[in-house]
């Protein structure tokens, strides 16, 4: 069975940090994109980052740039993503996610469309 789970949630305060892990089991995506969404109550599941299968290569949404870096350990099947500055608005659920499939060097998936496995999520709430 292919689970992602999430783990590093939890309640911060405005300007702190927090760094989220996503253990991949029942198959390697060592070669494959991750990417992390999240999802604030009442609105659409939005991107955050996505990473290239080696870890060369990254892309963030422009309301993370300069505050989140996504980064991956293939020997150990986990995707990271460390979060600093945080803001009142940054509070949602965060999911990791894995395209198992059909895609190509080069390209940074950022639709939540393009990925098929996902993790339960993990709460991150961000005081004021």
């Known amino acids: 069975q292919v689970q992602l789970v999430e783990s590093g949630g939890g309640l911060v305060q405005a300007g702190g940090s927090l760094r989220l892990s996503c253990v991949a089991s029942?198959?390697?995506?060592?070669?494959?994109?991750m990417g992390w969404f999240r999802q604030a109550p009442g609105k659409e599941r939005e991107f955050v980052a996505t990473i290239s299968g080696s870890g060369g290569s990254s892309y963030s949404a422009d309301s993370v740039k300069g505050r989140f870096t996504i980064s991956r350990n293939n020997a150990e099947n986990t995707v990271f993503l460390q979060m600093n500055s945080l803001k009142p608005e940054d509070t949602a659920v965060y999911y990791c996610a894995a395209k198992s499939a059909y895609y190509r060097v080069g390209v940074h998936y950022t639709a939540k469309d393009a990925y098929d496995v996902w993790g339960q999520g993990t709460q991150v709430t961000v005081s004021s």
């Open positions: 029942g198959r390697t995506f060592s070669s494959n994109p």
